[in-house]
């Protein structure tokens, strides 16, 4: 009886793997509007208003978070919380904070705080230093590919 559980078994595993990649590839889902980590929140809980005020990224602190278009947000102090309350446009990073080179490519990628640029006023944020670098290639370009590319991906399309 064993003997035939599993030849079952190795018959029919491959068939379920199928059917589940072959629904899974004529899906697509949305993303969700904002790069967040179980453990460090939006933007990996570094702090968006740093990158303005301070020129660097800085990790934000447990006693100044909030939420904000379903994820937390973690800053380095009060004043910084105060100014993103204020204007949270102004500081969140393009795309959600995912990695500006991959919207630009048409999907998303998590992001290392370190690979940043702040264009025009917006902060874009990128998956490393070498992606970002080639990002920085055509800025202008990357930047008009991920606008047309970004309602997509927060539709599913």
Not at 18 to 25: E, I, K
Not at 70 to 86: D, H, I, P, Q, V
Not at 143 to 151: L, T
Request: contains cysteine; proline residues 6%.
């Amino acid at each position: 009886m064993h003997f035939i559980t599993k030849r079952i078994r190795r018959a029919v595993i491959p068939v379920l793997v199928m059917a589940a990649l072959a629904g899974a590839a004529g899906t697509a889902s949305a993303v969700d509007p904002v790069f967040s980590t179980y453990l460090g929140g939006a933007i990996r809980g570094y702090d968006p208003v740093a990158y303005f005020t301070d020129g660097k990224p800085v990790k934000g602190k447990r006693a100044h978070r909030l939420e904000w278009t379903g994820a937390t947000w973690s800053f380095a102090s009060a004043k910084n919380k105060e100014l993103f309350e204020a204007g949270p446009e102004k500081y969140a990073p393009r795309y959600g904070g995912y990695c500006a080179w991959a919207v630009s490519r048409g999907y998303t990628a998590s992001i290392d705080p370190e690979a940043w640029s702040i264009v025009d006023g917006a902060l874009y944020l990128n998956y490393s230093l070498g992606v970002r670098a080639q990002w920085s290639q055509d800025i202008p370009g990357n930047i008009a590919k991920g606008d047309g590319n970004w309602p997509k991906l927060l539709a599913g399309k």
